[in-house]
C-alpha cells in the first residue's frame, strides 16, 4: 500500500488545500492530512479544532485520514509507514522554499520521496494567511474555504 502524508498548519484549512488533497487521494492508496503542532506557536485555531474541521471536510474521501503531530515530519512519516510526503505548490514562489525543504527530508531520510502538487488555477491566489485576513475584516470567506470551516468561524462571530 502507498501511503503519503500531506503535513501543514492547515490554519485553517482552504479548499486549495482540498484540491491538493484530493489529487493524492487519486493516486495514492492512502493519505494522511496531518496538522503540524508547534507548542511554542499560537495559531489562529486550535490544532484539535483544525483536525476536527479538516476530518469533517474530508468525511467522503475514503481513503484520507485526519491526524496532527508534533516534531519533524520526515519522522512521522516514518512512523506511519508513509513512502511519499505530498507539498502543494500554488505559484513559482512557493517552488524555492519547498524544494529546500524536499532536500533536507530526503537528506534526512532517502526512503521518503517528495511528491509536489499544483492546485487549480482559481485556487492560486487562497491561502491560510489570506483566509485570515478577509475573515479578521469582516470579508466574505465562503467560496475560499470549505463548508465546515465557514460555519465553524461563522459560529465565531
Known sequence: MKIAVYPGSFDPITKGHLDILKTGAEIFDK???????????KGFLPVEERVKLIRES?????????DSFEGLTIEYAKKKGAKV???GL??????????????????MCED???????TKPKYNFISSST???IYINGGDISKFVPDAVYNYLMEKK
Do not use: G, M
Request: charged letters at 30%; hydrophobic letters at 45%; a negative charge.
Open 31 to 41: 493519505v494522511i492530512i496531518a496538522v503540524a503542532r508547534n507548542s511554542e506557536k
Open 131 to 133: 483566509i485570515k485576513e
Open 90 to 107: 500554488r505559484a513559482v514562489s512557493d517552488f524555492e522554499y519547498e524544494l529546500q525543504l524536499s532536500q533536507a527530508n530526503s537528506a
Open 85 to 87: 510526503l505530498i507539498r
Open 112 to 118: 521518503i520521496k517528495t511528491v509536489f502538487l499544483t
Open 58 to 66: 474530508v468525511k467522503d474521501i475514503e481513503n484520507v485520514e485526519t
